[in-house]
């Protein structure tokens, strides 16, 4: 089969990539044409991404694919969830596009609480109260900007508004809408009713579609003639999810700047303890469930290293680190990894500190401390979360698997198995570049399902397993 090569346009909240991903039919080869810093900015105690930057950044790892591999043929793109883009009719930017960790959705998020309609939205939309979810978002803009619906005539979400400046087609899909807790659980359109609830106009969001199709051709740059976008599920939580190696009944992780850990299950997780719990039923690429739970994940440490001399830099800095770490005792209390006063604080530091304290604990006293302290309460974070799946989807989970960022992290790995008493195996895998891929093969007919991709993948993966100890 002659090969197929396609580029996945990868955005986190940390850092963005373009990987380049060379398909034979019987084998993935991948190569990284470029990776960026992200980074949001905050104004005036507000916080904003930089749309100008991300895309001029999309463009030049473009161009670096295009220049290594003259064939490239398709690309993608994914991001995190929630965020929008406000839009005139044409297009044209209404309104600076917030980042989810500003604060600013918290009167929101508390009003809904007070009037006692987070039950209910959770049973419209099967999506938790976070507060950065787009109804508070959107909610607190039109709040604070009454007039705004005068001016704006979309909502785009952060992945469709790139696919739409690289390819002029605006179009949505199930994954990221999932996260908007403004789509149907169980349903197919958006709640009319959730929009009426906070007064965000009916026509704001495009309706969902598969994920899986074309959308045209890039049409940025002469130099990227023959290039097709494809549609690929926007939300990179669920690339990754969709494409991690499955044996048995496994429990899965995606650990970045967030850790989400859940499973993939036939049908929405809803009811009481689905409800008290905070489970998130997000949607995979084609509509169906993948329910998790969102952890705060090594954003913790990511914000405590600058209070710190020096981040490590090198493979071998890091490794030192997590060396230092593994020598240090279990911390005798943990953090609560779903703590809103964690989300942005000030001083992420000086926040933890203050949780170690309010427990009667002593906080660490230096960077492989808290590299200890975080490891372990992601760990029973973990547990704790398995344990909510086993009971509301009445299974064991025989395995876990951990894809992402946080799977290069040995002693994370390992406090992760301590704590689930189960093997936990580690990809090394830009996964959420992988799903993007598969979608872009999808589209181009070039496999059926992704059930035939992760059968070809899996042979060449090489895990690394870690036992309970
Ligand atoms: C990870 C992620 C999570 C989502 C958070 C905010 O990048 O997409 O799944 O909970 O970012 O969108």
New binding site residues.
């Given amino acids: 089969m002659a090969k197929t090569t396609l580029a996945a346009i990868d955005l ?2 940390t850092s963005g990539r373009v990987i380049v991903g060379t398909w034979s039919g019987s084998d993935l080869d991948l190569t990284e044409a470029y990776r960026f810093p992200n980074g949001f900015n905050e104004l005036n105690g507000s916080a904003y991404w930089d749309l100008g930057t991300l895309f001029n950044e999309i463009k030049t790892g473009l161009l670096k694919a295009r220049e290594l591999f003259p064939d490239l043929e398709s690309c993608g793109v994914d ?5 929008s883009v406000l839009t005139n009719r044409d297009g044209r930017l209404a309104f600076p596009a917030h980042a ?1 960790r500003d604060v600013r959705t918290n009167k929101v998020v508390d009003a809904v609480r007070a009037e006692g309609m987070d039950r209910w939205l959770f049973d419209r939309s099967g999506i938790p109260m ?1 507060n ?1 979810n787009t109804s508070f978002q959107l909610a607190e803009l039109l709040q604070s900007f009454p007039d705004l619906d005068k001016v704006v005539d979309q909502a785009m979400l952060l992945p469709h508004y790139f696919n739409f400046l690289l390819s002029g087609v605006v179009k949505s899909e199930y994954s990221e809408a999932s ?1 908007t807790q403004l789509l149907e659980v169980g349903g197919d359109t958006y709640c009319q009713d959730v929009f009426e609830h906070f007064s965000i106009p009916s026509g704001w969001l495009a309706e969902p579609e598969h994920a899986g199709q074309m959308l045209g051709p890039v049409r940025i740059d002469p130099l990227l003639e023959g290039v097709q976008l494809a549609l690929v599920p926007g ?4 690339c990754a999810f969709e494409v991690v190696p499955r044996e048995g009944n496994t429990f899965i992780i ?1 650990s ?3 850790m ?1 850990a859940g499973a993939m299950s036939d049908k929405a997780l809803l009811g009481d303890e689905a409800f008290e719990s905070g489970i ?1 039923n ?1 949607r995979c690429g084609d509509g169906s469930y993948r329910p ?1 739970k ?1 952890l705060l ?1 090594l954003w913790l440490l990511e914000q405590t290293i600058p209070s710190f001399d020096k981040r490590p830099q090198t493979d071998a800095e890091w490794g030192a680190l997590i060396s230092a770490a593994e020598e240090r005792p279990d911390p005798d209390v943990l953090l609560n990894i779903r703590d809103r006063d964690l989300f942005n604080p000030q001083s992420m530091r000086d926040a933890i500190d203050e949780k170690i304290r309010s427990m009667g604990g002593t906080p660490p006293d230096d960077l492989p401390g808290y590299m200890r302290l975080i490891c372990a309460s992601l760990g029973a974070g973990v547990c704790e979360t398995m344990g909510i799946f086993e009971n509301i989807m009445d299974k064991h989970f025989d395995n876990v698997v951990i894809v992402g960022g946080g799977s290069k992290n040995r002693l994370l790995c390992q406090l992760i198995a301590n704590a689930c008493g189960k093997a936990v195996t580690s990809y090394n895998l830009e996964a ?1 570049s992988v799903g993007n891929i598969a979608y872009q093969l999808l589209a181009l007919g070039k496999i059926k399902s992704l059930k035939e991709f992760q059968d070809v993948l899996r042979p060449s993966l090489s895990p690394k397993v870690y036992k309970p100890q």
Avoid: F, K, P, R
């Fill in positions: 986190g909240a991001t995190w969830g929630v965020d989810y976070v950065y996260t939300h990179d939580t669920s995606s970045g700047t967030w989400l998130s997000e998790n969102i994940g959420s």
